[in-house]
């Protein structure tokens, strides 16, 4: 009897020191509305779908390169031998190359477009190190070149056909959103409905910021667990308390501030000791720059030879139909809402040149000279702009650059839209998104402006090389259009 007597004084005397007062057990159970094994199992199946997605990749290059054996055995019996060494060899590089290019993230799990590109990216960085590899090693009798060729072009619709059947895969098993996220509202309201998310209410639930309640800060732990992502919405008076807790947790945890949506960050970065809020960092990096400008340098380059003869024909016939310079220089809003002067072919007669744009042509537009009526109706006009390219002032596509003064039911153009200015963060172009949808020619109403917009922002916002190129392509449909005059 004293010795239980002892034995429960010093228990109460433990329940009452600092750091241990009112601690659960790590087995008490926590009330919850979260699908414990239901987050367990998404976790353990976004580990199976990756490896999956990288399954996909081997048995897709295994059998294009065993294809093209099989099709090249009929003139080489080799061709069964060669096979064994070349797929020894690729797969390893292809993988090493794939993981470092990220193509097995949790991006290239979710969206299609991404996984894509990274799986082909890394397959031709694959295809191009095994063919150094043969050339310096000289590896002729082990290395079928033609099965490698027909295996390499085999292999890209390979890869796509395998990444498309992964991730279908992967949404009919887990949904559009593969992380468990949760939302605690804390005296906060929540309106929004997002798939898989789970929000719940933190008075109703005991979660709160107390540091100095163990019970209150082991509660939120076990609340947590086997989630992704925790976002806290609350007054703006408890959020330092709520950052503080936040920080103490193993999962990504975030802070709900409306008051940024008008800011639109994009993330955090620092002067000295001091925070600042990102809200730009251009919408291309540098390498994308660069390959767009070498890009652009290489195609003019390339046709300017065989423009020439043709530029100087027109630059005759505009000297002898009128008399004034060849070339019309106007400003444009070029990168940066920076101004630039545009060259075009001269279709106006001088006198009647409008260099602030306050007037857009229209049809039977008296200013404009018969041969001027030609040039302009076959986008000739615009020839001169490749100097403005290899100037750097313009790109081959981008938003079509506008004059200061243009204006839509007389109107500014930023005064119809302020998002006007955005369009500026990337090059102008000779032809653009909007001009290939049919978007051009003079902006009589709102929608007119409205719509190159919307174009312009969605080209900005989802840029490639390949795109540049499909627009390149799908303007010479689009060179004499009934808008163009």
Request: include cysteine; charged fraction near 20%; hydrophobic fraction near 50%.
């Amino acid at each position: 009897m004293l010795l239980s007597a002892r034995n429960q004084t010093a228990a109460a005397e433990t329940a009452a020191m600092p750091g241990n007062a009112g601690f659960d057990s790590p087995a008490d159970a926590v009330r919850t509305p979260l699908d414990r094994t239901a987050a367990a199992n998404k976790i353990q199946a976004r580990v199976i779908m990756r490896l999956a997605l990288m399954a996909g990749d081997l048995v897709a290059l295994a059998l294009a390169f065993g294809l093209a054996a099989l099709l090249y055995q009929r003139v080489n019996i080799n061709a069964a031998d060669n096979l064994k060494t070349l797929l020894y060899v690729t797969l390893p590089i292809y993988i090493a190359v794939a993981i470092n290019g990220k193509a097995y993230d949790f991006d290239s799990l979710r969206y299609f477009r991404i996984s894509a590109k990274r799986a082909l990216v890394s397959f031709i960085l694959t295809v191009g190190m095994v063919t150094l590899a043969a050339f310096f090693l000289k590896a002729g009798q082990d290395f079928s070149r033609m099965v490698f060729g027909i295996g390499t072009a085999l292999g890209v619709p390979a890869l796509i056909v395998a990444r498309l059947a992964v991730i279908r895969t992967t949404r009919r098993m887990m949904g559009e959103n593969l992380f468990v996220d949760l939302v605690i509202r804390d005296e906060v309201a929540y309106t929004d409905h997002v798939e898989g998310v789970t929000v719940v209410d933190a008075a109703e639930y005991g979660l709160q910021p107390h540091t100095h309640d163990p019970q209150c800060v082991q509660r939120l732990g076990n609340f947590v667990r086997n989630v992704d992502r925790v976002v806290v919405l609350c007054p703006p008076e408890r959020r330092a308390k709520w950052a503080f807790v936040l920080k103490a947790l193993d999962i990504n945890a975030e802070i709900r501030m409306p008051e940024l949506d008008e800011l639109g960050p994009v993330a955090l970065g620092n002067l000295g000791k001091d925070a600042t809020m990102i809200v730009s960092t251009g919408p291309l990096k540098l390498r994308h720059r660069l390959s767009k400008r070498i890009f652009d340098a290489a195609l003019v380059l390339a046709v300017l030879p065989f423009l020439a003869l043709p530029m100087l024909l027109v630059a005759l016939l505009i000297k002898l139909e009128t008399p004034g310079p060849v070339l019309f220089k106007q400003v444009r809003i070029g990168l940066g809402n920076r101004p630039f002067h545009i060259l075009k072919f001269r279709s106006m007669r001088v006198d009647l040149c409008d260099a602030q744009g306050n007037r857009s042509a229209a049809r039977d537009d008296d200013r404009i000279t018969r041969v001027g009526a030609f040039i302009r109706r076959t986008s000739i006009d615009e020839l001169p702009q490749i100097l403005n390219v290899l100037m750097g002032d313009m790109s081959i596509v981008g938003p079509r650059p506008h004059a200061v003064g243009s204006r839509a039911e007389n109107m500014l153009f930023w005064d119809i839209d302020d998002r006007y200015w955005h369009r500026h963060a990337v090059k102008p172009g000779l032809t653009g998104l909007a001009q290939i949808r049919g978007y051009r020619g003079a902006t009589e109403v709102r929608a007119d402006l409205s719509n190159r917009l919307q174009a312009d922002l969605e080209y900005r916002a989802n840029w490639s090389l390949v795109r540049d190129i499909s627009i390149i392509l799908a303007t010479f449909k689009v060179l004499v259009h009934r808008n163009a005059f």
